[in-house]
């Protein structure tokens, strides 16, 4: 019997509308092969819905989407309106408003892949970022704007419950695969935000039989993470760290344009969302050039969560065959174009 699923899809920005398409075709290759199918629902929403309604979105829609089993999302931003608002007016609302609260960001080099590391081989990271409080929050102001004593404050916000899941996820996750789980911290020189995290972290894992906690200050783990990258499995942070360091984790395997990753709902109350790293790419959208490995990847973690592991596995496996052999797109050393890419990937699942 063949399993279906409701899928929103928010190509929204730039390169969204490129690699979207391309990703929804090895999806439903997948599902061919697999006996599933995604009855998918787009949404004209973003920048382009802004200037025309002063809005990123409807105000009806986070119920418009409740609707559906998963969002798949491309991407947002525009040269022409300012990021706060494209960010806050589109994707922070669904992360926040879903309860998203894990941004789980895989980071894996693939043999025959490009790197600016010397020896990037081995690198398997799980990058599990705090995805709506910490440092992102809307507490705080700007005063006296235009004067010498123009000031701006941001406050960071963590509590106990924000910190104890997104660690307990990410312990649960190490228990999974090497036991090993790397905290990222700043206790030395942030003193109140900083030894919170850390004690409610260890709190936490603690409750998770088998699982070695490694809390390391965030320099000193950007740093290994170039020298060597091998060292680490999971990692949790909080909102910007694990940001930060998700985008350094993708340089280090190749390009930001192959990194995948999934704002989750573990508890299933509402939809999760699925967005590669990468944005919306306005000097390259259009000229059918951005790497669609990222939002094809992103699928396959979607696809994961939604039960159908064999599916993803496939088009994990897809990925790495082509990433390794080619065709490439240039990020990648490569010359071929996003449909050249997302072709070779399909026809390896048909």
């Given at each position: 019997m063949s399993t279906h699923f409701s899928v929103a899809v928010i190509a929204g920005d730039g390169i969204g509308h490129e690699v979207v398409p391309a990703a929804m075709d090895v999806v439903d290759a997948a599902g061919s092969r697999h006996g599933f199918s995604i009855d998918w629902t787009p949404y004209p929403w973003g920048s382009e819905h802004y200037r025309t309604h002063g809005t990123m979105m409807p105000t009806d829609g986070l119920d418009r989407l409740a609707q559906h089993e998963a969002v798949f999302f491309g991407a947002v931003g525009a040269p022409d309106i300012p990021d706060h608002i494209t960010l806050w007016g589109l994707l922070i609302p669904i992360r926040r408003g879903f309860q998203q609260y894990v941004n789980l960001r895989p980071a894996r080099h693939v043999k025959g892949v490009r790197s600016p590391l010397a020896e990037?081989?081995?690198?398997?990271?799980?990058?599990?970022?705090?995805?709506?409080?910490?440092?992102?929050?809307?507490?705080?102001?700007?005063?006296?704007?235009?004067?010498?004593?123009?000031?701006?404050?941001?406050?960071?916000?963590?509590?106990?419950?924000?910190?104890?899941?997104?660690?307990?996820?990410?312990?649960?996750?190490?228990?999974?695969?090497?036991g090993k789980l790397t905290s990222a911290t700043k206790s030395n020189g942030i003193i109140h935000s900083m030894p919170f995290w850390d004690e409610v972290v260890a709190e936490a894992v603690a409750q998770q039989p088998g699982v070695e906690l490694r809390s390391v200050l965030i320099d000193a783990l950007a740093a290994a993470m170039v020298s060597r990258p091998q060292q680490f499995d999971v990692i949790v942070a909080s909102n910007l760290f694990g940001d930060i360091l998700s985008d350094l984790a993708a340089a280090c395997v190749g390009s930001i344009g192959v990194a995948a990753s999934g704002n989750l709902n573990p508890e299933r109350t509402y939809p999760s969302m699925f967005e590669p790293v990468h944005g919306s790419a306005p000097d390259i959208a259009g000229r059918g050039i951005a790497n669609p490995v990222g939002q094809i990847s992103t699928?396959?973690?979607?696809?994961?969560?939604?039960?159908?592991?064999?599916?993803?596995?496939?088009?994990?496996?897809?990925?790495?065959?082509?990433?390794?052999?080619?065709?490439?797109?240039?990020?990648?050393?490569?010359?071929?174009?996003?449909?050249?890419?997302?072709?070779?990937?399909?026809?390896?699942?048909?």
């Open positions: 990037p081989d081995g690198t398997d990271l799980m990058i599990v970022r705090e995805n709506v409080e910490g440092e992102y929050s809307e507490v705080g102001g700007r005063f006296g704007r235009g004067t010498d004593a123009e000031l701006a404050v941001q406050e960071a916000v963590f509590t106990r419950k924000g910190t104890a899941r997104v660690a307990a996820y990410a312990a649960e996750l190490a228990a999974r695969r090497s699928a396959a973690l979607m696809l994961d969560f939604l039960g159908e592991t064999k599916a993803a596995a496939d088009i994990n496996q897809a990925v790495d065959d082509v990433l390794r052999d080619g065709p490439r797109t240039p990020d990648l050393g490569g010359q071929d174009g996003t449909r050249e890419v997302a072709e070779a990937i399909r026809k390896q699942l048909v």
